[in-house]
């Protein structure tokens, strides 16, 4: 069976630290990896996938297949990055069934 | 205007009752989920329908039910409701093929 491991609830960092919100995965296809976020009374919104390899708002993520992780990382913290972060994989037979982990608070404080 | 857009976003109800949460959506996607979020259990699929004539159930579907009425329209139903259904729901929608979900804002349920 898919799952989705945020092992975090909580991380507190000072603003300009690095950040890391940990997710490992277990499934036995090819996965495809997210990350969401939600913002204070935001609604949820994808911050970036594994597939495109991108940064978005300075946060970066790579896929580690023998590791089973998709560590979410930003190497200097902003205030504004505070929110709630939901890691994601998609999978399924039509590939169309996305599951979540538990999430992880990130508090950054000035 | 809101692409996927939920009603009540708000409601308090007694157990036993029962309780209809509304999606709509303006994205022309075909694909549509319900979500439960509990604290430290991050979100859950409770359905999933990939046409008006498909509806699966997911991974906590025990004591809810859903409409496909249309491809823009996705209801989620607690026949029943219990206190420990007491959450907020999500609803999400995706395009063949995407690998992106677009959610509502969210429907804050309490059963008392």
């Known amino acids: 069976a898919q799952r989705v491991t945020q092992p975090e609830k909580l991380l507190s960092v000072f603003k300009g630290a690095p950040v890391e919100l940990k997710c490992n995965y277990s499934y036995s296809g090819s996965p495809e990896l997210f990350w969401y976020v939600q913002y204070s009374r935001q609604r949820l919104q994808l911050l970036l996938r594994h597939i495109s390899r991108e940064s978005i708002k300075g946060f970066t993520a790579d896929l580690n297949k023998g590791e089973t992780s998709f560590h979410l990382k930003k190497p200097f913290a902003q205030e504004e990055d505070s929110a709630m972060y939901y890691c994601a994989l998609k999978a399924g037979d039509n590939f169309n069934k996305f599951y979540f982990g538990s999430g992880t608070k990130l508090n950054v404080k000035p | 205007d809101a692409d996927v857009t939920q009603t009540p976003r708000n409601r308090i109800t007694k157990t036993g009752k029962r309780i209809m949460l509304e999606c709509s959506q303006t994205k022309g996607h075909d694909r549509m989920y319900w979500y439960r979020q509990d604290p430290g259990l991050g979100l859950r699929l409770i359905y999933y329908s990939f046409d008006v004539k498909d509806i699966n159930k997911g991974e906590i579907s025990d004591g809810y039910s859903v409409s496909r009425q249309a491809q823009a329209k996705f209801s989620l139903s607690l026949e029943s409701a219990i206190p420990n259904q007491t959450a907020l729901y999500f609803c999400?929608?995706?395009?063949?093929?995407?690998?992106?979900?677009?959610f509502g804002a969210g429907s804050r349920l309490t059963v008392l």
């Open positions: 999400a929608t995706a395009g063949t093929g995407a690998n992106v979900l677009t």
